[in-house]
């Protein structure tokens, strides 16, 4: 499809903007001539052809409202609408950040309560909201373990993370300086308690671990991990991804973990929006409640105001408070559920997962076969006997009309396919993608040149405009914007 | 429950498929003392009919620009967003999908992608831009960490006319990854030359500074340019409020490294502080050390163009600790935003709101300066924020409010030295009879 550049014609616009009504003075009076752009290459369209051109986009692009989206450790639930709407209120969408306190009660109210919420389920003592996104959320939190341990003068350098770990765990401890060391999983995909322990010492300021993990377990020796990290002075740090697995089942806070992050993208139903907005709340024990970034937000009787007055405050990580449309929409959520909604999620999402794990295992091998929690992997190994790898298995569900899960994730697991059906789907649909998934496992054995050369575009019978990405190609040589702007005057 | 599809028949059918009496059973590796006995100590669920009440009951306790006259910018700003663009966003197909990892089910976003980074190029007139960042702030902060891994130097040079905000994230960041921050005051309203020049030096990773700056002054760029280079230091500006890049010369054609900003006035709501986006660009030589998400444009295997995301190895998912950056969501629905925006109004859109910001600002600086109660603090050239000294700055805001007029921002709040003085903002939104009502209300005040 044309770019929007390649759209372009002198002389189109796309907006109607009204003349001045101040008397005009020459901009050269204004500003220094030297200081002024001598062109600016944007292109002329008008409004239908932007409206056409992206819809027309939106059209080959997949999301939770166009089908299922089991993209394991992304909880793809279902975004109410009603929440959109909310948002949408001039009361949230419209004020200024900067605004006076007593204009901006209704917002400060709605993150107040929203953090004594996000308290509770998770056992917390005190939260932060600022946070644009969860691998915000861990930078933060480990910006609190530093300081932590700053201010009593203890010197440790190290960060524990498992080798079943988000990526972002250890991106965020080398952004706090802090050196990872990683540890392999048991034989069961939990932490290695024997493996910990050898790995554990006064250098190692923190542990971060998943539960559940990324494989879909729950770790079952929480509470002796905890304690043992706890013995030794180490902090033990929660990536809240994967909470959806226990919302009011059991608390985090319980485990003995000392910080939590939350991804309300995931959790919470607001949308990933391709790729963000999201927001990364994280939570702390009492011990850390003086070193959450400020301002934080007090309550007097009826009256909610900033509290800047913070003085072992690591500071700001974000400009103003955090990302607040989002956080609308998740307080929204967690006002329209109540406490057995949200149990109902978890008990859901679980039950979903055992069914759709149970329906496939014969057909994929299961490296963990036990009870999982909200999600569980997978991996493609039996079919890469045929020379069928995870990612064709992956393309050629698009064929089939669901996005792919997601792969080669974790990396402890070869050819590994994570799938979290989550709650907001329908048994009917766990059945259709299983029929797909058992489906592909035989094309594999018969006819695995079809499922190598998936996805088929919508010109060969296929759903996608387009079909395999070179993506070695992408990054050989990278072509990262459209160059041709540069060269003509539109 | 609206929400889970699940019918009770439904469950059985599913427990007795796993062979088991309970969902509790699914539970039962989690250690019992773990389990909660009674339901989360939280308000008990609402229909939706009871939800959008309480919602906008809880809305309607704050001010809004709707019902507002705004002379506040500050790092946030009203600006007009085209109806096209929130029905354009209402797509949900663009606003329900992940990071688009599965490129042939997401040539949409990625496409959109594209477009953003090509546009963001093109204003700031550097060579690769990424798919955005959070907001402006932590995007300079990670422009100052890129800086540091680019040249191995720990201190940083920061201007005190660079946001508050900005200044305070980009030292939260700092701290934590043992960087030295250095300020640099200013004289007249834009960053001092004089304390730059002997405060830079070898050990100087980068020189950073905003512009138009947090005073709405324009900097002397090229000077700041030639300091910074001539120490081999590198040159980062912040751009925070971006529909000045439809007037002024891009800081790539100044020498800028790396140009990072707030796109928050490109379409997206102002939203009580967020979500706004970051976005960040630089030169072709340090494309493999920006942090975040980028899209490059590829082919299929019969030679159709379409869009991935690329250059991941230096992404955390693979390079775990040794990645750029931690950054992994972005800001990409608010990225879309600015993209329909900018090629909506564009070329001569984009420099009409810029014209029009400009000279109501200026048009309302003429007229406030020419009452006896306030003066101009300084003399420098701006864009759309200007500052004024006044006898009390905290009782004019009093009588703007009781006027429904949310007033300009008191810098002392920011900056203890500037007591009374008053931060102003104007942009298209401002019509002439209101900069005139605001005149009149001022004009009163004794």
Excluded at chain 2, 36 to 56: H, Q, W
Excluded at chain 2, 110 to 138: H, K, P, R
Excluded at chain 2, 194 to 199: A, I, Q, V
Excluded at chain 2, 402 to 414: D, M, S
Aim: hydrophobic share 35%.
């Amino acid at each position: 499809m044309k770019l929007i550049f390649e759209k372009s014609k002198p002389g189109r616009m796309g907006i109607s903007l009204p003349d001045c009504d101040v008397p005009e003075k020459k901009i050269e009076e204004l500003i220094p001539k030297n200081s002024l752009r001598s062109k600016l290459n944007l292109p002329e369209v008008s409004e239908v052809e932007v409206v056409r051109h992206y819809t027309k986009l939106s059209t080959q692009n997949y999301g939770v409202d166009t089908g299922f989206y089991p993209l394991g450790s992304c909880t793809m639930k279902y975004n109410p609408k009603v929440n959109e709407e909310i948002a949408k209120f001039p009361g949230f969408k419209s004020s200024h950040p900067l605004q006076d306190e007593g204009l901006s009660q209704g917002a400060l109210e709605l993150m107040y309560h929203l953090e004594k919420i996000l308290s509770e389920i998770t056992g917390m003592d005190g939260f932060t909201l600022q946070p644009a996104a969860g691998a915000q959320g861990e930078l933060t939190g480990l910006m609190m373990v530093k300081a932590c341990f700053e201010q009593k003068r203890e010197k440790r350098t190290k960060i524990i993370v498992s080798d079943s770990s988000h990526g972002t765990n250890p991106a965020s401890a080398s952004l706090c300086g802090y050196e990872s060391i990683t540890i392999k999983s048991n034989e069961r995909g939990t932490v290695d308690l024997e493996g910990l322990k050898r790995a554990l010492n006064e250098d190692v300021a923190c542990i971060i671990l998943t539960n559940p993990n990324t494989l879909g377990l729950f770790e079952e020796e929480i509470l002796e991990i905890t304690a043992i990290a706890h013995k030794k002075g180490a902090l033990v740090y929660c990536d809240g991804a994967n909470m959806n697995a226990f919302l009011g089942i059991a608390r985090p806070g319980d485990m003995g973990f000392d910080i939590i992050h939350l991804n309300l993208h995931k959790t919470f139903s607001t949308p990933h929006g391709g790729g963000g907005p999201g927001s990364g709340p994280v939570g702390v024990k009492k011990s850390l409640v003086p070193f959450l970034p400020k301002p934080t937000i007090k309550r007097e009787k009826d009256k909610y105001s900033l509290d800047y007055d913070k003085p072992l405050s690591i500071g700001k990580i974000k400009a103003f408070y955090g990302n607040f449309g989002v956080m609308v929409k998740a307080y929204a959520y967690l006002r329209a559920l109540g406490p057995e909604g949200l149990r109902g999620v978890a008990e859901n999402a679980v039950l979903n997962a055992n069914y759709l794990m149970k329906k496939l295992k014969s057909y994929y091998y299961l490296p963990f076969d036990r009870t999982c929690m909200h999600e569980f992997v997978l991996s493609g190994k039996k079919q890469l006997e045929k020379g069928v790898h995870t990612n064709d298995i992956a393309k050629r569900l698009l064929d089939y009309g669901f996005h792919a899960p997601t792969v080669y994730f974790p990396l402890i697991v070869s050819e590994a396919i994570m799938v979290e059906p989550t709650e907001t789907e329908p048994k009917e649909i766990l059945d259709e993608f299983a029929s797909a998934m058992i489906e592909i496992a035989q094309e594999a054995k018969e006819n695995p040149e079809i499922v190598k050369t998936a996805p088929h575009p919508t010109t060969e019978g296929g759903r996608t405009p387009v079909g395999r990405l070179d993506a070695v190609a992408a990054a050989r040589k990278p072509n990262l914007r459209w160059k041709k702007l540069d060269k003509r005057e539109i | 429950m609206r929400f889970i599809p699940n019918t009770d028949q439904d469950r059985k059918e599913i427990l007795e498929f796993l062979g088991i009496k309970s969902i509790k059973e699914l539970f039962k590796n989690i250690p019992e003392e773990l389990l909660l006995k009674k339901n989360l100590k939280i308000p008990k669920g609402f229909s939706e009919i009871e939800l959008v009440r309480e919602m906008r009951f809880l809305s309607e306790k704050n001010a809004d620009l709707e019902h507002y006259s705004c002379f506040l910018g500050a790092g946030a700003y009203h600006h007009f967003i085209p109806a096209i663009i929130p029905h354009l966003m209402g797509r949900s197909e663009f606003y329900t999908s992940y990071t688009p990892y599965q490129p042939e089910a997401s040539q949409g976003l990625l496409q959109t992608i594209y477009e953003f980074q090509t546009l963001i190029c093109e204003l700031t007139g550097m060579d690769v831009a990424n798919a955005s960042m959070y907001d402006g702030a932590s995007a300079l902060a990670e422009a100052m960490i890129m800086a540091f891994h680019i040249t191995g130097r720990k201190e940083v040079i920061i201007s005190r006319t660079i946001h508050p905000e900005y200044r305070e994230v980009v030292k939260t960041y700092a701290q934590a990854k043992n960087l030295k921050i250095i300020e640099i005051e200013y004289e007249n309203g834009i960053t001092s030359l004089e304390e730059l020049k002997r405060k830079v030096s070898d050990k100087t990773a980068a020189v950073l500074i905003q512009n138009p700056n947090f005073f709405g002054s324009l900097e002397d760029i090229k000077e700041i340019e030639r300091i910074a280079h001539k120490n081999k230091s590198l040159f980062i500006v912040a751009i925070v409020e971006p529909t000045s890049l439809g007037l002024l010369k891009p800081p790539g054609e100044l020498g800028a490294d790396i140009v990072v900003g707030e796109g928050q006035s490109f379409g997206n709501p102002i939203s009580f502080g967020g979500p706004y986006l970051g976005f960040m660009a630089t030169k072709d030589k340090y494309m493999r050390k920006l942090p975040g998400r980028l899209v490059g444009a590829t082919k299929d295997s019969k030679g159709r163009r379409g869009y991935i995301l690329t250059l991941q190895a230096r992404e955390q998912h693979i390079r775990r600790e040794k990645a750029t950056s931690n950054i992994c969501t972005n800001e990409a629905l608010c990225a879309l935003a600015a993209t329909i925006y900018l090629v909506s109004l564009g070329k001569e859109g984009l420099r009409r709101v810029a014209e029009l910001s400009l000279q109501k600002a200026h048009y309302a600086f003429e007229k406030i300066k020419e009452i006896d109660e306030f003066e101009a603090a300084f003399a420098s050239p701006f864009y759309n924020e200007f500052i004024v000294e006044c006898r009390d700055a905290q009782g004019v805001n009093r009588v703007l409010l009781k006027e429904k007029i949310i007033g300009p921002l008191e810098l002392e709040k920011y900056y203890p030295e500037l007591k009374n003085h008053l931060l102003f903002c104007a942009t298209e939104m401002n019509s002439k009879e209101e900069i005139d009502g605001l005149v009149n209300i001022l004009r009163k005040i004794k």
